[in-house]
């Protein structure tokens, strides 16, 4: 649990922090840490919650199509419950962020 009087970019900072020693994968992590400092220097206002934010750069770098689709080795549920978000809004997240990031064609 992230303390609720961080500002958004810090709260998304410290979640892969809490996520990824429960899902070790440095490479992952590595780009998951390199993508959100892109999309806080990018994108000024977000939508939303952190968490949602987070989950979908997490979910946008997992399906990059290097692995396939979704986060590897982690089932979409316990993305789900890591965040405290659902499925749909990671989805509209990510889909925000490969767009921002210029992952996909448009």
């Known amino acids: 649990m992230v303390a609720s009087n961080l500002s958004f970019p810090e709260t998304a900072e410290c979640l892969p922090r809490n996520f990824f020693p429960n899902h070790p994968n440095r490479h992952l992590r590595d780009q998951v840490n390199r993508a959100l400092a892109q999309v806080l220097k990018l994108q000024k206002s977000f939508p939303g919650k952190p968490e949602g934010w987070t989950a979908g750069i997490l979910f946008a770098i ?34 925000a962020v490969k767009r921002l990031l210029g992952m996909t064609e448009l």
Request: charged share 25%; hydrophobic share 30%.
């Open 62 to 95: 997992g399906s990059d199509g290097t692995w396939g689709c979704g986060v590897p080795d982690v089932p979409n549920s316990e993305l789900e419950k890591a965040f405290d978000v659902d499925i749909s809004t990671i989805y509209k997240r990510s889909w």
